[in-house]
């Protein structure tokens, strides 16, 4: 099939383009008439000028009809090469995404892989919000600039907590997994993010000095904190609990012949309980939004972006453990004999998987082998040029030493 570009100016008929061309010069095409019958010439001609308006109407419309169409699949190609991009995206910044055959292309994943993508760009913007705001700090800035900064962050997890919310309406277990996350994050996760009261806690030891009052005040909301928290976790483990005696009750039914008909009830039932956990998801949003705006209220406001600051220092060295927690795993590759081209080969291929895989933040330095490497301590991946140039100094060295001297 050939495609017309948007601006080709062609009809599907080349003998209706010469018509068009004849009339348009003003040269029509004499008809064949009776010398004694002017009358019907005269009706031939009004004929002749309909078909050929006719014809150039149709022709007209042809070209708008293929110029859309070339225009729909420029757009189409447009946005397959921007989804291409973002998954790839998504998966330098370590985020799982499931391809067994249990995950069916339905619009919960959809919408959970879209929350994925939105948060590793959601962690880019709070990146660069939080280092603005870091040298508005050093550079003793005013109040006024540092409250608009305070502002555009607070506003920014605003917005994090609803696409969460989006999300777990459409897959609350996604959410409540926590995939976006590298694994040591995971490890900390209570429904689906941080415990407001741990996060109060550090900035009560961290953060000083406070007065007695701000103190106070913290304090209490941290305790206030402790038991919601308790609150939400008691409802989610009785869902739990109920969800797997729901699951439990048909294992020993299954087989027999009124077990179709229960079968499809309890499971019915055990969905519905799946589904109730997004209320509770949303709940634990709620809570730690009101934390940090409770938190700020109490605050100065050089308070509250040291507190920010203090707050997102913390999750990010998590995230840094993790990245050096799986690159454990590159020392052992390093070590295996590199002379050998077939193992090393694998062996760089394991190391970049590794990498790619697990890594969503990295350290400002590694060390492999002795060897200090340094890089960016910012949020991506674990840092493919590093884990490879330490490789490289791996099997130099060893060939330095297998060297004959002399």
Known sequence: MVYASPGTDASTDPDIDKNIRMFEQGHLPTPITSDSSDKSKGKLGQKTLRRLAQNREAAKKSRLRKKAYVQQLENSRLKLTQLEQELQRARQQGIIISTSGEQHLSTSGNEALNFNMEYVRWLEEHNKQINELRTAVHTHAGDDDLQNIVSTIMTHHEEIFRLKSLAAKSDAVHVLSGTWRTPLERCFLWLGGFRPS????????????????????????????????????????????????????????????????????????????????????????????????????????????????????????????????????????????????????????????????????????????????????TDGELGLVAVEAAAAAATEEKHKTNRPVG
Not at 237 to 261: K, N, Y
Not at 281 to 306: E, F, G, H, I, P
């Open 198 to 377: 741990e996060l109060l806690k550090l900035l009560v030891d961290q953060l000083e000095p406070l007065t007695e009052q701000q103190l106070a005040n913290i304090c209490n909301q941290q305790q206030t904190s402790q038991k919601s928290e308790e609150t939400l976790s008691q409802g989610m483990e009785a869902i739990q609990r109920s969800l797997a005696d729901t699951v439990a009750s048909q294992l020993g039914r299954a087989g027999s012949s009124s077990s179709s008909g229960n079968t499809a009830d309890h499971t019915a039932e055990a969905l519905e309980k799946i589904g109730a956990m997004e209320s509770f998801l949303r709940q634990a949003d709620d809570l730690r939004m009101q934390s940090l705006q409770k938190m700020q209220r109490v605050l100065t406001t050089r308070q509250s972006a040291r507190a920010l600051l203090l707050a997102s220092d913390y999750f990010s060295r998590i995230r840094a453990l993790s990245s050096l927690w799986i690159a454990r795993e590159v020392r052992a590759l390093l070590s295996l004999d590199w002379d050998r081209p077939l193992r090393a080969t694998t062996a760089s291929k394991q190391i970049r998987d590794h990498a790619v895989a697990g890594a969503a933040s990295r350290p400002r330095s590694v060390l492999f082998n002795g060897n200090c490497f340094s890089f960016p301590a």
